[in-house]
């Protein structure tokens, strides 16, 4: 009998600190954790974390016997500051290096001071996402208000829509101003017996609506130290189309004025109060609706939805010949989740074990096609419509691939104070955009009026805070 119990007790203990939404935790409870403890016969014990900030005390709580730490990208550079992550060089050999790094995608964003940190679990970005129908009406009809569009857009620069515009039928090649015009198309145009603006993002004062502003500067050409100094004509540039946007009413002001989150945005495609939006790809997996997962849906018609890559920042400013004066990109920050483990793991090469189960290819494929993660497996990558069959779900990876080359090696700046500028930029955009305070009058949004206000009210602030002080 005593034979019989030490047989059938567990080789080796650990637990593993997860953030997931509900569905997605019990999925990895019941499907993907149990055949690692069969086949390692260890004993595997997830504890859930809600809060980033508590991720350091949990760690602390469970010393000694955490393995793994699902980590989100804007808190990985804390935990390697602070001692808190284990690289993978302390215990890998140069060929399981290779071979991990051969296997996985962007492993470079996990690494620092030369050393690789972290295994990829998901990445995330933002695509372009629209009611298909909504856009095709806009093509069929924008020649006959261009004049009148120029006219509203010439209030605000000086001069009009760019010389030659053109709204291409390709949403992948499409600029701020072609949003300009289909936003304003759209919020003159009756639907459903209502006359309203039909373009939105996250509006609520969070994390969320602050990276769509960071999202914006990169992609008027800003780069970190602009977004941490608050400084610079691609920051300006952002808040000035993100002004200009309320002002001409393209922006539904519901997604300020209820404070709307991502499920906001949802409810807004689902009331036909939003066509055009900028999402993840979780959200664009709750819009279309997978009928499994608690993902039911939220259009009449799934078929309507339809992505695209980012529209390409630049300023809406143009020079004398009607050319834009500073043209930007398409890419935005990377974001997504790691797996790391824990600086006084118990087995570190069973923990890395159990991450490299994880991120299998067959829970990978199991993941991805039911919560909307962008897969970070090479042989995934490589042929997603024989992965994913070539339907929707394909679509949705085959374009966030598409923005994941635009954005390159695009992150949120790693800098410790990332997140209490994150906050000025809430509190900027809030005055500027919902306040209206774009301008001397609150008529027209003014560059020069954003630019002075942003240099005088803001950036010493920003400036206070890198230096590790409170203005």
Not at 193 to 199: K, M, N, Q, S, V
Not at 278 to 299: N, V
Not at 414 to 440: C, K
Request: proline share 4%; net charge neutral; hydrophobic share 40%.
């Amino acid at each position: 009998m005593i034979a019989l119990m030490v047989a059938c007790a567990p080789k080796f203990a650990m637990t593993v600190l997860i953030n997931m939404i509900d569905d997605q935790e019990v999925y990895f409870r019941n499907e993907v954790v149990p055949p690692f403890e069969k086949s390692s016969r260890g004993k595997i014990d997830v504890v859930g974390y809600a809060q980033m900030d508590s991720m350091e005390h949990e760690l602390g709580r469970h010393a000694g016997m955490a393995g793994l730490i699902k980590v989100p990208f804007g808190k990985s550079a804390a935990l390697i500051r602070n001692d808190k992550v284990l690289p993978l060089d302390a215990f890998l050999s140069a060929s399981e290096l290779d071979e991990f790094k051969s296997s996985y995608m962007l492993t470079s964003l996990g690494q620092a001071n030369g050393k690789q940190y972290y295994v990829p679990r998901k990445f995330e970005t933002r695509i372009m996402v629209f009611c298909k129908s909504k856009v095709d009406d806009a093509l069929a009809t924008w020649r006959h208000y261009k004049d009148t569009i120029g006219a509203a857009m010439k209030s605000i620069n000086g001069y009009g829509l760019p010389a030659n515009y053109l709204l291409e039928k390709d949403p992948n090649t499409w600029d701020y101003f072609d949003l300009f015009v289909l936003g304003w198309i759209w919020s003159r145009t009756p639907y459903g017996g209502a006359i309203e603006p039909r373009i939105a993002h996250r509006g609520k004062r969070y994390s969320g609506t602050s990276l769509r502003i960071v999202d914006r500067i990169f992609q008027c050409n800003g780069d970190s130290a602009n977004v941490l100094r608050m400084r610079g004509d691609a920051v300006v540039d952002a808040l000035h189309w993100e002004a200009v946007y309320a002002a001409a009413d393209i922006y539904n002001r519901r997604m300020w004025e209820e404070g709307w989150s991502g499920v906001g945005v949802w409810e807004g495609f689902r009331q036909g109060r939003v066509f055009l939006s900028f999402m993840t790809q979780l959200d664009c997996f709750f819009i279309h609706g997978t009928g499994r997962d608690g993902l039911d849906g939220y259009l009449e018609n799934e078929d309507d939805m339809h992505v695209a890559v980012m529209p390409a920042g630049c300023s809406a400013m143009l020079d004398k010949n009607g050319v834009i004066a500073r043209h930007g990109r398409k890419s935005i920050t990377t974001g997504g989740w790691w797996w790391g483990i824990p600086k006084n793991t118990p087995d570190p090469r069973q923990s890395y074990s159990l991450a490299r189960h994880i991120t299998s290819t067959r829970n990978q494929m199991q993941g991805c096609s039911r919560f909307g993660m962008i897969p970070v497996r090479k042989d995934i990558l490589s042929d997603m419509s024989m992965m994913f069959g070539g339907g929707w779900i394909t679509q949705v990876y085959e374009v966030s691939f598409k923005q994941l080359m635009h954005n390159k090696f695009t992150v949120v700046p790693s800098n410790p104070h990332f997140d209490a500028i994150s906050q000025l930029y809430l509190d900027a955009w809030f005055d500027i955009v919902v306040g209206q305070n774009w301008s001397a009058d609150k008529k027209t949004p003014d560059w020069n009026y954003i630019k002075d206000l942003l240099s005088d009210r803001y950036a010493p602030h920003a400036t206070a805070m890198l230096k590790g002080n409170r203005p």
